[in-house]
């Protein structure tokens, strides 16, 4: 072998590493982060697709909740992560919002969207207004006029400045024209707990996560977010039908990997969630939290994930700063 040759087979072994490391993919244990504490959409979504994906791939994959900031701290730790699939992470639409609201700080974005790439819709729920069972307002109305009655006083809960749940509410109070003290909290787990605890009168949160509570007698759920009822729900009116056309609002649980991750190793991902919710076991959770499987593929999901965060964007430009 001449020297011209010795170089060109020696330029061509990292390539080569790289394409078998993609046709082995995945080879070792897999991390599917989770950018909230356990309890609220993102973990039930989580749980249930990385146990069905274990017995697809032959791999572990292991759901690490790393919550914090409305989850912009484990949206940024998987970013900056190596992007070669063995970190995704199970997102709410919030990872568009967050980039967003920093701007209007002027400061910089721990990530941008454009850092990630979608793998697939799991779910999508409209969100719910819940209150306390022993709260006194019995409809959507009683609610929004008691907070048009004591502006600024009735506390609600959210995931987090700028989460998806303080969007949500913050989208109504500007439609129903009222001003309502916003508590957040690390994520939806926490916020419920403070519900649930009467630290917070109100929660705008997705229908898996209050399914228990108002099975139990605890919460009692007054309006819906979405252009629907939810099937869950069926006497439970939405925001639209009531006259509230702009206050349409979505929790949904979708799987992103960093945006270099290659092309090879993203579909074998997409055949691991295609196949995964059908498994018995997923769709029997999904359903028992009253969150129904809705899948879509990475070009329906980037579709879908570019429309719902146009919507979202402008939310927060009306809702401004927050301090």
Not at 278 to 284: G, I, K, N, S, T
């Amino acid at each position: 072998m001449n020297r011209r040759t010795l170089l060109g087979a020696t330029a061509a072994l990292p390539f080569a590493g790289s394409a078998l490391a993609q046709s082995d993919f995945p080879s070792r244990a897999m991390t599917m982060v989770v950018a909230f504490p356990p309890g609220g959409q993102a973990d039930l979504a989580a749980r249930p697709t990385a146990s069905a994906m274990e017995k697809i791939l032959g791999q572990s994959v292991v759901v690490q909740n790393r919550g914090g900031a409305a989850g912009a701290i484990g949206n940024a730790h998987v970013a900056r992560s190596a992007p070669d699939g063995y970190t995704s992470l199970m997102a709410l639409s919030s990872l568009a919002v967050i980039p967003e609201a920093e701007k209007l700080f002027g400061r910089t974005p721990p990530y941008t969207v454009d850092q990630f790439a979608p793998i697939a819709l799991v779910n999508a729920d409209p969100t719910m207004l819940a209150v306390p069972a022993s709260a006194p307002w019995q409809t959507m109305e009683e609610f929004i006029a008691a907070a048009k009655a004591r502006p600024g006083e009735i506390p609600y809960g959210s995931s987090g400045t700028y989460g998806t749940l303080h969007v949500a509410m913050e989208m109504l109070a500007a439609a129903a024209g009222f001003r309502a003290l916003h508590v957040p909290f690390s994520g939806a787990g926490p916020a419920i707990t403070a519900l649930l605890g009467g630290q917070v009168q109100a929660l705008a949160s997705a229908p898996g996560t209050l399914t228990q509570h108002v099975r139990s007698g605890r919460v009692r759920v007054l309006g819906c977010w979405g252009k629907d009822r939810v099937a869950a729900f069926p006497d439970v009116p939405t925001f639209m039908e009531k006259g509230f056309s702009e206050v349409e609002f979505y929790i949904w649980a979708g799987l992103f990997v960093p945006a270099a991750t290659p092309a090879p190793v993203q579909q074998k991902l997409r055949d691991a969630v295609r196949q995964a919710v059908r498994d018995p076991q997923l769709v029997a959770a999904f359903t028992a939290a009253g969150a129904p499987v809705a899948y879509l593929d990475a070009p329906e999901f980037s579709r879908f994930f570019a429309e719902d965060s146009a919507r979202l964007l402008r939310a927060v430009a009306r809702i401004g700063k927050v301090e």
